[in-house]
């Protein structure tokens, strides 16, 4: 089984940044869709970011210009740059992923059901 475990998250002021990390145990399949995903308190769960396996990436368009994806697929991890974090920011924030059998970053923030391997969450709190 695939095992995700974040890292990264805290306190930050606007205006600031932090960079999120997933690490993640070997890979059965060649090519995965990697996301991140937040979920405000009372807030539905919505995607933020993802990226293929060639590299392309898909945002949302509430962290577009500020958030960016990258992985390392040598450590096996990947990661969620955040810059000008805003306290709308504030959530629990997931790293997730899956097999483009069942998902894909077209179209990903329709299919959080489509994910099956999900880290446990690190929280991010931006204040004012």
């Known amino acids: 089984q695939v095992e995700l475990v974040e890292s990264g998250g805290g306190s930050v002021q606007s205006g600031g940044s932090l960079t999120l990390s997933c690490a993640a145990s070997?890979?059965?399949?060649?090519?995965?869709?990697l996301a991140w995903f937040r979920q405000g308190q009372g807030r539905e769960r919505k995607g933020v970011a993802c990226?293929?396996?060639?590299?392309?990436?898909n945002y949302s368009d509430s962290v577009k210009g500020r958030f960016s994806i990258s992985q390392d697929s040598a450590k096996k991890t990947f990661y969620l740059q955040m810059n000008n974090l805003k306290p709308d920011d504030t959530a629990m924030y997931y790293c997730?992923?899956?097999?483009?059998?069942?998902?894909?970053?077209?179209?990903?923030?329709?299919?959080?059901?489509?994910?099956?391997?999900w880290g446990q969450g690190t929280q991010v709190t931006v204040s004012s």
């Open positions: 997730a992923a899956e097999t483009p059998t069942y998902a894909y970053c077209p179209g990903f923030e329709e299919n959080i059901e489509g994910f099956c391997y």
């Open positions: 070997d890979y059965t399949e060649t090519n995965y869709a």
């Open positions: 990226i293929d396996s060639d590299g392309t990436t």
